[in-house]
């Protein structure tokens, strides 16, 4: 069946019950910034929300401190789109499917600097704080020709806070189930021409044993616990009007314990930094350049009875982009220097790439009618040269209503454990290549907000483990996938009660087998409800999924689970909050990863101060 035929049935099938069920996909997600705000990831500088083409959801800050104790992964959980995977408790090694993807095909940024291990390939979701994020934007569907290698699946994007024009403060603290507890604080404010922010953050917590399973091989009846600490801030100088000097840093470290054996304490402390520095100057009135030079840092430090493993991987960015307002729409044009280099206990042959990149991106607005055109070119020094491109059009065809369509393609670089790790990789992999069509319908007025899209990505030359006829094993091309399914969402206000909905039904499979890809589900949906009782603000949420297979012959099921969240609000001072978060309320036993445990009915509760 080819692809757009496909899409075309499934707008035409799902569409109508849809719109009349009220259960459609909104434009921005729960808790989401309003309507003003601008959204940067969907085209490397901001849109307005109503301008999108692409599938976004925005997490505002609101959102994020409703969240309580609960890590980001389980966060991100409640969005369109997003599943995720957890060996464990919330500091746990955690990953996102996007849109069925593998977990090491979504790229991770954070203000615009790419996270992430070079080595394994995903970014250590686990160790990044909510307490030192201001929001987050989720960009569905291939990226690559936005943002280069690795963006399959789609980007997700932290921002961390920014100073504001007035002083600002803010704490928190909480305790709870597993001998939980929290702490954080800030500042952010202005005076003349310098604006700061302040963030630092403590969590830590007793834990519950990682894996469920006593015949499990790592079974090792003890608490898995946590310990975290972080600090993040960012300092401006405004030189003149629209010229400006910055510097942001985030730094965070977590010593996560594990299971991998019996009678010994595993543990692997994992530390993040990013540090970046950027020039915004104004040049000429259609003229906006930005420089920034960054540096990310991630280093997992693993401690077993087997032996300590050390991986470290350092990533430098240096970006120039220059946009420009032409007589008809916009153009981007963008280009980067990205440096890998890695390290630690194991002997790679080779321990650096080097990639220079080249993007443009040319945004028309013209009337009812939106169109954007996204090309990128990556040069590496390891796998060579890589071009890839997105065509997005929209049409606002009645009040309210919007149609669109895009296609664009997509890569994924092998990592280094892929190439060249002792004994079990290969230095001849190419990089993973996808091929995305897509069609969407929304609708936006008052208090209504909702929309559709459906989706079809062909995935080829992925790497798998593999052995041949001698038994020699290491990674290879030799697997496909087909990423296809439907996403709708909701956002309803009725007076003063708010609800938002989605659910996505899809059908992520390996092109061989016909069988789904490992840990993902034909269908998985979120719901949450906010209404007022008075002063109190109490919100119910609930996030639900269909059974998963933990293999790729699907033998390993995992059954369907649904989870009810209960929060309460109170601002019983000026200033001052007081808070109660009640999740996993029905004790669901459930797995995200066979054999390991996820929490149980458990309760975080504790006070916010605002000023």
Not at 45 to 64: K, M
Not at 99 to 119: K, M
Not at 281 to 310: C, H, I, K, M
Not at 515 to 540: S, T, Y
């Amino acid at each position: 069946m080819s692809r757009l035929p496909f899409l075309a049935k499934t707008l035409l099938l799902v569409v109508v019950p849809a719109c009349c069920a009220g259960v459609a996909r909104a434009q921005l997600g729960p808790g989401a910034l309003t309507l003003d705000s601008l959204v940067i990831t969907a085209a490397r500088w901001p849109q307005a929300p109503s301008e999108l083409i692409a599938d976004v959801t925005v997490v505002g800050r609101e959102e994020i401190a409703r969240a309580g104790a609960q890590s980001l992964a389980e966060l991100l959980q409640r969005m369109p789109g997003v599943e995720i995977v957890m060996n464990g408790g919330p500091a746990s090694t955690s990953g996102v499917f996007l849109r069925g993807a593998n977990t090491n095909q979504t790229l991770v940024l954070i203000d615009g600097q790419r996270v992430g291990s070079s080595t394994s390939g995903t970014a250590a979701l686990e160790a990044i704080p909510l307490d030192a994020i201001d929001h987050i934007e989720i960009l569905r569907g291939p990226a690559s020709n936005l943002y280069g290698a690795d963006a399959i699946g789609g980007v997700v994007q932290i921002f961390t806070r920014n100073g504001g024009d007035a002083f600002a403060a803010h704490a928190s603290a909480g305790y709870g189930t597993y001998r939980t507890s929290a702490a954080s604080g800030g500042i952010s404010g202005a005076a003349g021409a310098w604006r700061y922010a302040l963030d630092v953050g403590h969590r830590q917590s007793a834990g519950f044993n990682a894996i469920a399973n006593p015949a499990n091989f790592s079974f090792n009846d003890d608490r898995d616990g946590y310990r975290g600490d972080d600090a993040s801030g960012s300092v401006s100088f405004r030189i003149a009007p629209e010229q400006e000097l910055s510097a942001r840093f985030l730094k965070t470290r977590l010593n996560a314990q594990f299971d991998a054996e019996p009678g010994f304490d595993d543990r692997t402390i994992t530390t993040v930094d990013n540090y970046a520095l950027a020039s915004r100057n104004r040049l000429t009135a259609s003229w906006l350049s930005r420089l920034e030079a960054g540096q990310t840092d991630d280093v997992s430090d693993s401690r077993t009875g087997f032996g300590p493993g050390r991986f470290t991987t350092r990533q430098r960015l240096y970006v120039w982009q220059n946009d420009f307002v032409l007589n008809r729409g916009s153009l981007g044009l963008a280009f980067e220097r990205r440096e890998e280099r890695v390290g630690g206990d194991a002997a790679f042959a080779l321990n650096a790439r080097d990639t220079n990149a080249a993007v443009g991106v040319y945004r028309l607005v013209d009337g009812p009618q939106a169109a954007q055109l996204n090309l990128r070119r990556d040069d590496s020094t390891q796998f060579g040269g890589r071009t890839t491109g997105a065509l997005g059009y929209g049409y606002a065809f009645a009040p309210g209503w919007r149609a669109s369509a895009s296609a664009g393609t997509a890569f994924k670089a092998p990592t280094f454990n892929d190439l060249y790790y002792p004994g079990f990789s290969n230095p001849d992999l190419k990089p993973e290549t996808a091929r995305n069509a897509e069609l969407a319908l929304r609708y936006a007025s008052g208090a209504l907000a909702a929309g559709i899209v459906a989706y079809r990505n062909r995935v080829r030359d992925l790497i798998v483990f593999a052995c041949d006829a001698d038994f020699n094993c290491a990674p290879q091309n030799v697997a496909a996938a087909t990423l296809q399914g439907v996403t709708l969402d909701l956002r309803l206000r009725r007076g003063a009660t708010i609800a938002t909905a989605s659910i996505d039904l899809q059908r992520p499979r390996d092109d061989a087998s016909g069988l789904l890809l490992p840990r993902r589900a034909r269908r998985h949906a979120a719901l949450a409800v906010d209404h007022p009782l008075g002063p109190v603000q109490l919100r119910a949420e609930l996030s639900a999924s269909s059974a998963r297979f933990d293999d790729a012959a699907n033998t390993r099921r995992m059954g369907g689970y649904a989870l009810l969240n209960l929060l309460v609000e109170w601002p019983f001072q000026t200033h001052w909050t007081a808070f109660a978060r009640l999740d996993n309320l029905l004790d669901k036993h459930y797995e995200l990863a066979a054999d390991y445990r996820t929490a149980g009915a458990n309760l975080f509760a504790g006070v916010r101060w605002r000023y």
